[in-house]
């Protein structure tokens, strides 16, 4: 199989370009740094320089793909206008890009967030009514209507909290956990899904192969639920180290996030702590039911939360990011 990966630079999309090379798959990357593509020639990715907004380079992309993976995307922005013309208009110009091009099937990384908050014990499915509470959430949905709109064959899938070798976010729960004490927002007892990024990466592999996925929405995850106090508990067991809780409350917590957030535009940079966050952060729960896509396609995550997490701090570890 031929395949288009944007974003094979970044965390997942550098254990998706790996997984679908072990498959022996013939793999191509939209890269916009050349010094960051170099980690994909040992791998045999064919790298084409270019990015989202540049139609040449998209073309040469996503000819002869048989399967365009899309999971590059902004996490941190400055405004939703910001998280639009990345996400939204991104997507579509890959979409035009892709369907001129033939009719490849296309993956779209989305996000938890695009369908918004979950009640707790009652883990998403991907056919319920949408309903982002943020932003960025808000973008991803329009990525997503970009591609549903289009006239390619389309599968999305929706991860929840991704860690594991390479991923940043979670590597800063692991360094708070190193000195015993981190906070958990409201009171720990928020209910998360998680997966692992390598399973993620099976799990995107499988949706743009097997045929019953097609036009269908999907939560990749592995299928227990831990709380958010829970998940902080098993970063610091993965350690060895015991870690102590500190609850954030709503209102402090919104105030803590406005003051990170301002700082973050005095300097000029986008973070993912803001004050639209909290509308994220104080949900009861995000937990999705990955039953649908192992229902389709076979796969299964092969971590759960102890030896993912215990698999991650080996790496993080081994390449001295701790």
Known sequence: MKALVTGATGFVGSHLAEALRR????????????????????????????????????????????VVFHVAGLVAARSEGEFMRCNRDGTASLVAAAAAAGTPRFVLVSSMAAGGPATPGAPLTGTEPARPVTAYGRSKLAAETAVTAGSLPWVIVRPPTVYGPRDREVLKVFRMARLGVAPVFGDGSQQLSAVHGADLADALAAAGTAAATVGKVYYACHPEISTSAEFVRAVGTAMGRRVALVPVPGPVGRVLLAVTEASARLAGQATILTRDKANEFFQEAWIGDP???????????????VSGLADTYRWYRDAKWL
Request: proline share 5%.
């Open 23 to 66: 498959r022996g798959d013939d793999v191509t990357a939209l890269v916009r740094s050349p010094r960051k593509a170099e980690a994909l020639g040992p791998l045999g990715v064919r790298a084409v320089a270019g990015d989202l907004d540049d139609a040449a380079s998209l073309a040469r992309a996503v000819e002869g793909q048989d």
């Open 291 to 305: 039953g649908p896509l192992t229902r389709d396609s076979g796969w299964r995550a092969r971590h759960d939360l």
